[in-house]
């Protein structure tokens, strides 16, 4: 259900060096982690993914 919506406002393009795209669930789940953390900007974001077990 949760992805069906997301579906709705997010087509997934791949870069121009090919790079495959992110899920839009994965995406989803980050965005409510950083939100949840405080309002972490992306670089923060992905910090705490690359260092925290729990996030991943």
Request: proline content about 2%; cysteine-free.
């Amino acid at each position: 259900m949760v992805e069906k919506a997301i579906a709705e406002h997010y087509a997934p393009v791949s870069s121009a060096a090919g790079r495959s795209v992110y899920s839009r669930l994965l995406l989803f789940k980050m965005l409510l982690v950083g939100m949840w953390n405080g309002g972490l900007s992306d670089e923060s974001m992905e910090d705490l993914a690359n260092s925290n077990l729990h996030v991943m």
